[in-house]
């Protein structure tokens, strides 16, 4: 049975993990055995042959990494990243696409696991070596512990293997604050999936997207709303646990979300939404295109890394379409700002809250067809929307609470989140295990049905 992030099972694993891990944190060989052994059991809940698979390619790209870190002639260096690209696109796609492919042959296989953020990570380490923005390393087992970190495998945040490796080799250090702060990501990840984005989701947002025929228009806009927020919090959620699991061993795992729903226009939304993808689709796919001198070039490039980003979370029509919709709006404001100069004061209060509820409006627009089974569908709630019918029927008083509530605190101050955490951190460690207890509690009275999986994790 598969381990999933935020069960129960997940945290007796972390807890399994953390005391092997501790018990010998002197000796480096003993840290990234323990971080090995605990990637592969992980995997190995999903099925046995990712404890061949992972390896087997991994090791593939370890020994890319000693040629480019060795070679200094060109066409060999090409030729070693291009194996690595290949060798790992190829693993995405045979992730992704096998079971449509063995159906032909009448033998339905899937992957329990998407690889899909193991493949960015494993290449954040090749490409990086190729471009010589970092250095790697000899050491096969620091290799193999880092690109596939098991908080990170199912739903990221993608992280640089140069610097998980670096965090791994130093010797580790885990202040009882750290703690603390550990206790409170992982805590705050439970509530926002539980309480906020699972709720959401199965008291409208799911009913509405598969009928949205029998909903009001009000009811329907009020579900695009709703998903926007489960969304958000469901995959921020995923992150705080994941960055907790990591800061438990010692390990700093990038920020991934920065209150993306007050950008104030989609340049900026980007910067603020799932920050290690959109960083990785602008530094290893975005600065790869060639022609970027050109004078259109950066407009297409723009558009047609949207495009990608968005197949790749499902090679259907919808996702082509959000991702066109993203990267043609994204191509509009550089040549806006290319024509008129980037805005340097501060925009007055009132034309900031207007950028920022009209971007917001633009991104759930665009998450209509994300969400969407099929292309139909999708029309089928933008037309439900547009007949601005009126009905209410279906919005209970505590799904309105939850909805209200959820989108108070995405005006939380950062300043007031950090010292909340800081706070929570200087506590005793009995007021942590009771805080956790009363989460526990909590998502076991309000939660109700169990939790279902993670959105980001079937990607």
């Not at 992030?5 to 003993?30: E, I, T």
């Not at 950066?298 to 959000?322: D, R």
């Not at 700002?337 to 207007?354: E, M, T």
Request: charged share 15%; glycine share 6%.
């Amino acid at each position: 049975m598969p381990v999933q992030a935020g069960s129960g099972a997940y945290f007796l694993f972390v807890a399994f993990v953390f005391f092997l891990y501790w018990a010998n944190s002197q000796s480096r060989l003993w840290r990234l055995s323990v971080i090995l052994l605990a990637d592969y059991l992980f995997c190995a809940r999903y099925g046995l042959f990712y404890v061949v698979l992972i390896p087997a390619c991994a090791s593939l790209d370890y020994v890319v990494g000693l040629g480019l870190m060795r070679e200094n002639r060109q066409p060999l260096r090409r030729a070693l990243v291009a194996f690595s690209v290949t060798l790992n696109l190829t693993l995405l796609a045979g992730s992704r696409h096998m079971g449509s492919i063995l159906l032909a042959a009448s033998w339905d296989w899937i992957f329990p696991l998407g690889l899909s953020f193991y493949v960015f990570q494993a290449l954040t380490y090749t490409i990086d070596l190729y471009r010589r923005d970092s250095e790697g390393t000899s050491s096969l087992l620091a290799h193999l512990s880092s690109v596939a970190f098991f908080p990170t495998l199912q739903a990221g945040p993608i992280t640089r293997v140069a610097d998980l490796i670096q965090q791994f080799t130093k010797r580790p250090t885990l202040s009882r604050e750290d703690g603390g702060r550990a206790f409170f990501l992982i805590g705050m990840g439970l509530l926002k999936k539980a309480l906020i984005a699972d709720y959401l989701a199965e008291n409208l947002v799911n009913r509405v997207f598969d009928t949205p025929n029998l909903y009001s228009g009000a009811e329907a806009l009020i579900a695009v709303y709703a998903y926007s927020l489960q969304l958000y919090y469901d995959f921020s959620g995923y992150t705080d646990i994941a960055r907790g699991s990591a800061m438990l061993l010692g390990i700093r795992l990038p920020v991934n979300f920065d209150r993306p729903y007050l950008a104030s226009n989609l340049t900026d939304f980007w910067r603020r939404w799932h920050i290690s993808f959109s960083n990785w689709l602008r530094d290893y796919l975005y600065f790869s295109l060639p022609g970027k001198r050109t004078r259109f070039m950066p407009y297409v490039g723009l558009i047609l890394t949207m495009l990608l980003g968005g197949l790749w979370h499902g090679f259907a029509w919808t996702f082509a379409i959000w991702g066109l919709l993203h990267g043609t709006m994204l191509a509009a404001i550089r040549a806006w700002w290319a024509w008129r100069g980037r805005p340097k004061q501060p925009a007055s209060p009132l034309r900031r809250a207007a950028a920022v509820f009209g971007t917001y409006q633009f991104v759930c627009l665009t998450w209509i067809f994300f969400r969407a089974a099929n292309v139909r569908d999708a029309f089928a709630m933008l037309s439900r929307i547009g007949s601005l019918t009126i009905g209410l029927e279906n919005i209970t008083l505590p799904f309105t609470a939850v909805l209200l509530c959820s989108a108070a605190l995405l005006f939380v101050k950062k300043q007031w989140y950090t010292a909340a955490m800081d706070a929570f951190a200087l506590r005793p460690f009995y007021v942590h295990a009771a805080a956790l207890l009363m989460v526990a509690a909590a998502i076991q009275l309000l939660g109700g049905q169990a939790s279902a999986p993670f959105v980001y994790s079937r990607f």
